[in-house]
């Protein structure tokens, strides 16, 4: 994988575009972080940000499992009781604007 730094990004010197067309992949870098990725997409554009966004929601919620397996799951009587305390709240919402 290639890595180059926003400022040779923002000048877009060919260099950049064939390092991208070569390896169909670079990373951007700011101050010696990695910040963003460029992909070469193809003929496939649909699919590949449909990919993508699938990767990212698959990491948010393997990120929330992880958070929750470490605080402790919930029993199914505190699932029950959340759940009865919403439709409650909700109920009690609903009843002033009738």
Same mark, same amino acid.
């Given at each position: 994988?290639?890595?180059?730094?926003?400022?040779?990004?923002?000048?877009?010197?060919?260099?950049?575009?064939?390092?991208?067309?070569?390896?169909?992949?670079?990373?951007?870098? !700011?101050?010696?972080?990695?910040?963003?990725?460029?992909?070469?997409?193809?003929? !496939?554009?649909?699919?590949?940000?449909?990919?993508?966004?699938?990767?990212?929601?698959?990491?948010?919620? !393997?990120?929330?499992?992880?958070?929750?397996?470490?605080?402790?799951?919930?029993?199914?009587?505190?699932?029950?009781?959340?759940?009865?305390?919403?439709?409650?709240?909700?109920?009690?919402?609903?009843?002033?604007?009738?």
């Amino acid at each position: 994988m290639q890595f180059v730094t926003v400022r040779d990004f923002r000048s877009a010197s060919r260099s950049v575009w064939d390092k991208l067309n070569h390896d169909g992949e670079l990373v951007v870098t !700011n101050n010696g972080k990695p910040t963003a990725i460029l992909l070469t997409v193809g003929d !496939n554009f649909e699919e590949t940000l449909a990919a993508l966004r699938q990767t990212k929601a698959m990491r948010a919620f !393997n990120k929330m499992r992880s958070e929750a397996e470490k605080r402790g799951f919930l029993s199914d009587n505190e699932i029950e009781a959340e759940i009865k305390a919403a439709r409650h709240e909700y109920k009690k919402k609903h009843r002033k604007t009738l």
